[in-house]
């Protein structure tokens, strides 16, 4: 302002402190807005589904061992866990919904993988689920 004042600019020496404040002052309810949304605006809940395929012999043994697997794990949380027998093979099947406030799908593929290589076990996989809505 001093040096448009000085080079006799003195119009916009008085305007450029008006614009600033005018700005500031009509720009202050939006910013109040934005810093009053939530950074997190909701806390979105993941769902996996872990399906095993094992012998019928198993399926005790590699039901405990996925409930042991999964209780290490900070923020992952069984919300249900099933066992069907397959008709035609004799195999069971084991279903297990787990949920996580946090993406967890690093630590999903590492136990997957160790009970994979689980004796009995004849397919094992993982996958995101739907969220209930």
């Not at 500031?24 to 950074?39: D, E, F, K």
């Not at 395929?53 to 290490?72: K, P, T, Y």
């Not at 949920?99 to 094992?124: F, H, Y």
Request: proline share 4%; with cysteine; hydrophobic share 45%.
């Amino acid at each position: 302002m001093g040096l448009l004042a000085g080079e006799g600019f003195a119009l916009y020496a008085l305007l450029a402190p008006v614009l600033v404040l005018g700005a500031n002052t009509l720009l202050r309810p939006i910013v109040r807005s934005i810093n009053r949304q939530p950074i997190d605006s909701t806390e979105e809940e993941h769902h996996y589904l872990i399906s095993l395929d094992c012998r019928a012999a198993r399926a005790s043994d590699i039901r405990s061992l996925l409930v042991q697997e999964f209780a290490g794990v900070p923020d992952i949380q069984f919300s249900e866990l099933d066992s069907a027998f397959v008709d035609d093979t004799g195999d069971v099947e084991l279903t297990a919904t787990v949920t996580s406030p946090k993406r967890r799908e690093l630590a999903l593929e590492a136990i997957v993988s160790r009970l994979a290589d689980a004796g009995g076990v004849k397919r094992a996989g993982w996958r995101l689920g739907v969220q209930a809505g």
